[in-house]
């Protein structure tokens, strides 16, 4: 697996039921900047200097549509699909068309077989036209996506031993953590194993502390319900903040994040499954906390 070798969290393509309040939430609330594409089927929004870092679909079940991965050059995204087909995984080309909408040079679609998400893998994505100009929150990046799968051990070594993801950290029985190797944060990935496949929640890392706090009074003005935290993850030690779209979809907030070296990095730690290993501050999920987040399942007859 030495030829597979990502970037980082390319971008996170979800589905909503309302296209134009979604757009305004995402914009306004989260604090993305909307990217003009042309395109009336669907909202492109960045959070750095890349084209684009989140796309929002129109559909009828609210949830995720696909993880694109940024991969270290062609002959990482080359090396992926070969081993991919390999396996007998589908590997679905990007039109040139779709590849252009999307503002990459080459892409193709597979599945993550245990939670049913579709990967995509591309190379080449456009920068933007100028740096990412926050609003009211200093975002840094996209940050993690975590998954709900059926079997959190077979996806686990599905990501480890055909992917190349590597494993920071795990909560006995219920999460692993993995990092798109030889990108340095904590993870970029978490898979968790609560015996149904979904989408759990997409995460934004902010610059500062204050961007934590500023959030909890703007979803409190906004209305917007808040799920889980202000608190703290012994896993990655960055501060977290759960809020819900419009449809439901848990977004986090966090701020700080170990990051591991490329060579010579610490061994995954495995922690006890109690809520303590999720939270220092002791704060307790709220019921509506990543209930929502239907997978929609790999189209391989179109690359829409």
């Known amino acids: 697996m030495a030829d597979i070798r990502y970037d980082r969290l390319g971008y996170v393509a979800l589905n909503v039921s ?16 909307p990217v003009e594409s042309g395109d009336a089927g669907r909202a492109f929004f960045r959070c750095s200097g890349f084209h684009h870092d989140i796309v929002l679909h129109e559909s009828s079940k ?8 940024a991969m270290e050059d062609a002959a990482s995204l080359r090396g992926a699909k070969h081993h991919l087909a390999s396996l007998d995984l589908p590997t679905v080309e990007v039109s040139k068309a779709e590849c252009d909408a999307l503002a990459v040079a ?10 049913g998400a579709v990967f995509e893998f ?12 926050p ?11 975590v998954l709900n799968v059926a079997d959190r051990s077979a996806a686990e070594k599905f990501l480890t031993e ?5 494993v920071s950290d795990r909560i006995e029985g219920a999460v692993s953590f993995l990092r798109c190797f030889p990108n340095p944060f904590h993870h970029s990935l978490g898979v968790g194993g609560v015996g149904a496949r979904g989408l759990h929640h997409v995460n934004f890392m902010v610059t500062e502390v204050d961007d934590i706090g500023k959030a909890m009074y703007r979803c409190k003005k906004n209305d917007v319900p808040v799920v889980f935290g202000p608190g703290r993850h012994p896993p990655s030690e960055s501060m977290f903040f759960y809020f819900l779209d419009p449809d439901g979809i848990t977004l986090e907030y966090s701020f700080g994040m170990e990051e591991f070296p490329e060579v010579g990095a610490r061994a995954p730690r495995l922690m006890p499954n109690k809520m303590e290993s999720i939270d220092y501050w002791g704060a307790v999920p709220d019921p509506r906390f ?15």
């Open 122 to 133: 591309f190379c080449g994505m456009a920068e933007a036209d100028g740096p990412f100009v």
């Open 162 to 166: 055909q992917l190349n993801f590597r």
């Open 62 to 69: 609210p949830g995720l549509k696909r993880i694109g991965w």
């Open 290 to 304: 990543a209930k929502i987040g239907a997978i929609e399942p790999l189209q391989t007859g179109s690359t829409a």
């Open 18 to 33: 309302d296209l134009e309040r979604s757009r305004r939430f995402y914009r306004d609330v989260l604090g993305l900047q």
């Open 106 to 115: 080459e892409a193709f679609r597979s599945v993550e077989p245990n939670s």
């Open 135 to 145: 609003t009211h929150t200093r975002i840094a990046r996209l940050g993690h996506v």
